[in-house]
C-alpha cells in the first residue's frame, strides 16, 4: 500500500516534470530584442573552457589525437575561438562549438571538456565524501557520527530498499555498481545545480555510457530464462510469436534507451526552465531598454527560479533514484530464477 | 548537449570505471562490512540480552518454586512435630496413667497386706492377752478350793451333767 503510493507520487512527479519540459521547449523565438535560446543552450551545452562570469572562464586542455600523433593545448589557445592553433602541419579551430582541423582531416577529440573537467571534480569530491565515511567505519564501531549518519541511511536505503528488494537474492554482486551509479549521478545532479557548473548528467553522452554500463551487465549476467523469455515467451499462443519475439528483443535495448533519456532530459529540462524563467526578466526588458519592466518581472521570475531550484534538488535524488532503481529492476529480472 | 560526443563517452567511460574500482575497493566494502558487522552485533546483543532475561525469569521462576517448596516443607514439619509433640504427651499421659494405677494397685495391695498383717498381730495379741487374761482369771479363781469347787460344778451345770 505505502509502496503503491510511493509510486504514485513519483509517477505523477515525472508527468508533471515533464510537461514543464513541453512548456520549456515552446519557448516563443523573438525576432527582435533578447533572444535567450542562444544564451540558454550555450549554458547547457558542453565546451572547451569553463565560463564562469563575464569574460572571465577557465582554460581547459584540449586533447586531440590526429593521424598518429597527440596534440595538448589549452583551450585558452583559441581566443574563445576567434583564433586558429598550428600543431605541426594540423591547424585546429572551433566551428559551431566543435574543434575541427581546417584541411578536414579525421581528429578522434579526448579534450577535457567542461563536462570531463565537472565529472572529475565530483568523482574527487565523492571520493573524499566515501573514503571519510568509509575511514570512519574503520576506526570504531560507535553510532553513525556526521557525515556518516547523513550517508549511511542514504547507503542503507539504496542497499536495502533498491538493491535487495528488486535484484533479488544475487544482489550482492551488483550492489557495487549500483550504489556508484546512484551517487555519481546524484552528487553530479546536485553538482550541475550549482551555478556555473556543468550539465553533466543532462549530457546525453553521460547518460548513454551509464546506460550502457547497466545494458552490459544485464546482458552478462542473464541467465538461461532471460534468453528464453526473448525467443518463446512463455504463455504466448503461437500466432502471436511473429509479433510478440520483435517486441521482446526490442525490449531488451529500449530499457537502457529509457534509462539514458530519462535521465538526460530531466536534468536538462530543469536546467532549460531555470535559464528561461531568468532569461524572462531580459525578455521582458528588452535586452536592458525597458528597465522598468524588467524589475516589475524580476521578482516574480526570482519567485518561480526558487521554486524550480527547490524542485530540481529533489529531482537531483529523484533521478537518481529511479535510474539506480531501474537498473535494479531490470537486472532483477534478467538474474530471477524462474518459477513458472 | 544531444549529439553523441565520443570524447566525452570514452572520458565517462573511464571515469566511470575508475570510480567503480576504486569505490569498490575504498568505499562499498568496508562500509557494507562494517554495517553489516554492526548490525550483527547489535542482533546478537540484543538476542543474548533476551536470553538473559529469560535466563532471569527462569531463575525468578525457580526461585519462587524453591520458596514454595520450602513453605510446604515447613508446614510439614511443623505438622509432624505437632503431631509428635500430641503423640508424646498422650504416651506420657497414658503412661503416667498405667503407672498411677499400678502404684495405686501396688499401695492397696500393701495396705492390705498391713492390714491383714495389723489384724493378725491384734488377733494374736489378743489371743495372748486373752490367754493370759484368763490364766490370771483362774489362777485368781483357782487359788482356793470353794470357787474351784464352785467352778466345777458350775460347769458340770452347764453342761448337763448334774
Known amino acids: 500500500m505505502k509502496k503503491t503510493v510511493y509510486k504514485l507520487i513519483i509517477t505523477s512527479l515525472l508527468i508533471t516534470i515533464s510537461g514543464v519540459n513541453v512548456f520549456a521547449e515552446s519557448q516563443p523565438e523573438k525576432k527582435d530584442g533578447f533572444n535567450p535560446t542562444p544564451q540558454i543552450l550555450h549554458h547547457i551545452a558542453d565546451s572547451y573552457e569553463w565560463h564562469l562570469w563575464g569574460n572571465v572562464s577557465i582554460p581547459l586542455p584540449v586533447i586531440l589525437y590526429s593521424e598518429g600523433s597527440f596534440d595538448v593545448f589549452m583551450s585558452s589557445s583559441f581566443h574563445h575561438g576567434k583564433s586558429k592553433v598550428t600543431k605541426g602541419d594540423r591547424v585546429y579551430k572551433i566551428e559551431h562549438h566543435h574543434i575541427v582541423e581546417e584541411n578536414d582531416k579525421k581528429i578522434i577529440n579526448l579534450s577535457i571538456t567542461k563536462n570531463v573537467a565537472s565529472m572529475i571534480l565530483s568523482t574527487l569530491i565523492l571520493l573524499f565524501i566515501l573514503g571519510k565515511t568509509s575511514r570512519s567505519y574503520k576506526r570504531k564501531k560507535n553510532a553513525p557520527k556526521g557525515l556518516q549518519s547523513f550517508l549511511e541511511p542514504l547507503i542503507l536505503f539504496v542497499r536495502e530498499d533498491i538493491i535487495k528488494s528488486n535484484v533479488g537474492p544475487k544482489h550482492e554482486k551488483y550492489a557495487v555498481f549500483l550504489l556508484t551509479v546512484f551517487f555519481f549521478i546524484l552528487i553530479n545532479n546536485l553538482l550541475g545545480l550549482t551555478p556555473g557548473a556543468a550539465n553533466v548528467t543532462g549530457n546525453i553522452s553521460v547518460t548513454f555510457v551509464l546506460s550502457m554500463f547497466t545494458f552490459v551487465i544485464i546482458t552478462i549476467s542473464a541467465n538461461k530464462g532471460y534468453w528464453k523469455h526473448l525467443v518463446k515467451p512463455p504463455g504466448t499462443p503461437i500466432a502471436l510469436l511473429p509479433i510478440m519475439i520483435p517486441i521482446e528483443i526490442f525490449g531488451v535495448f529500449t530499457k537502457p534507451f529509457a534509462l539514458m533519456i530519462r535521465l538526460f532530459a530531466n536534468i536538462t529540462a530543469g536546467h532549460i526552465i531555470i535559464f528561461s524563467l531568468i532569461s524572462l526578466i531580459f525578455v521582458a526588458s528588452n535586452n536592458g531598454e525597458n528597465v522598468v519592466a524588467g524589475w516589475s518581472v524580476a521578482p516574480i521570475s526570482v519567485l518561480f527560479v526558487l521554486f524550480i531550484f527547490l524542485i530540481e534538488i529533489l529531482v537531483a535524488f529523484l533521478q537518481a533514484y529511479i535510474f539506480t532503481l531501474l537498473s535494479a529492476v531490470f537486472i532483477g529480472l534478467a538474474v530471477k530464477e524462474e518459477n513458472h | ?162
Do not use: C, H, Y
Open chain 2, 1 to 162: 548537449m544531444i549529439t553523441f560526443d565520443p570524447g566525452l563517452i570514452i572520458w565517462t567511460t573511464i571515469i566511470f570505471t575508475l570510480l567503480l574500482i576504486v569505490l569498490k575497493k575504498f568505499a562499498w566494502k568496508p562500509i557494507l562490512t562494517a554495517v553489516d558487522e554492526r548490525n550483527k552485533s547489535i542482533e546478537d546483543a540484543l538476542k543474548s540480552a533476551e536470553k538473559a532475561k529469560e535466563e532471569m525469569q527462569a531463575l525468578n521462576a525457580d526461585n519462587e518454586r524453591i520458596l514454595a517448596e520450602a513453605r510446604i516443607e515447613r508446614d510439614v514439619l511443623l505438622k509432624q512435630a505437632r503431631e509428635m509433640k500430641d503423640k508424646i504427651v498422650s504416651e506420657a499421659k497414658d503412661q503416667a496413667n498405667t503407672e498411677a494405677d499400678k502404684i495405686l494397685l501396688s499401695s492397696k495391695e500393701q495396705i492390705n497386706n498391713e492390714k491383714l498383717k495389723a489384724i493378725t498381730e491384734l488377733k494374736n495379741q489378743v489371743a495372748d492377752m486373752s490367754i493370759d487374761i484368763a490364766e490370771k482369771i483362774l489362777r485368781a479363781e483357782l487359788s482356793d478350793l470353794n470357787k474351784q469347787k464352785e467352778l466345777v460344778t458350775q460347769v458340770l451345770k452347764s453342761n448337763g451333767l448334774n
